[in-house]
């Protein structure tokens, strides 16, 4: 069975956003990308938000193409292309992309289930802290990678939110990079829900 597993840069204070959506305080250079390129490559299955997909689907289907490309735009294209995709939206519809499976917020419980039970590699969601709200809700997120980075926020998007019951966590790895981030992975031990 897939295991769903959460790729997300956070603040030292426990934000994933600025108050405005600002992202420019992550860091992230080549070691960072070899590292999540390693992960990545274990999975099959990209999950978005509507937002993050719009923005991954207007860059990363021809980066790797590029005449300035780097070594991860080119990577990680090629990953991109190859994956299935599954977005979290209630406005779009499935039948106008290819390769790609809309999941509406009423039956999100059901459909994630569904994806996890075909194949064994796993589905990686990137950043859409929306529908990692909604996945976190219900227990559905398996592990946590977490590049914290060496920054205060004050205020933003928070990582975590409206977790209504505890959850035990596991510390499987950490890393220190030489830009100061921290990589943490973390498995769950407990299901959040076990009554639903």
Do not use: C
Not at 51 to 61: F, G, K, Q, S, V
């Amino acid at each position: 069975m897939k295991k769903l597993i959460l790729f997300m840069h956070v603040s030292l204070d426990g934000f994933v956003a600025g108050p405005n959506g600002e992202m420019d305080w992550i860091r992230v250079d080549e070691e960072i990308f070899d590292y999540a390129a390693r992960l990545t490559d274990h999975s099959d299955t990209a999950l978005y938000g509507r937002i993050t997909y719009e923005m991954m689907n207007a860059y990363w289907p021809t980066a790797g193409e590029q005449p300035e490309a780097s070594k991860h735009d080119k990577h990680h294209s090629r990953w991109y292309n190859s994956v299935a995709k599954v977005v979290i939206s209630n406005s779009m519809k499935s039948h106008e992309i290819t390769n790609t499976k809309i999941i509406g917020s009423e039956n999100l419980l059901e459909e994630i289930q569904a994806v996890k039970r075909h194949g064994d590699m796993n589905i990686a969601i990137f950043g859409s802290p929306s529908a990692s709200h909604a996945l976190m809700r219900q227990g559905l997120i398996d592990e946590y990678w977490l590049f914290i980075n060496p920054v205060l926020l004050g205020a933003g998007i928070p990582l975590f939110r409206d977790i209504r019951q505890k959850m035990d966590l596991k510390l499987e790895e950490s890393k220190v990079f030489a830009s100061g981030v921290i990589g943490a992975h973390y498995t769950t031990v407990s299901d959040l829900y076990k009554s639903q």
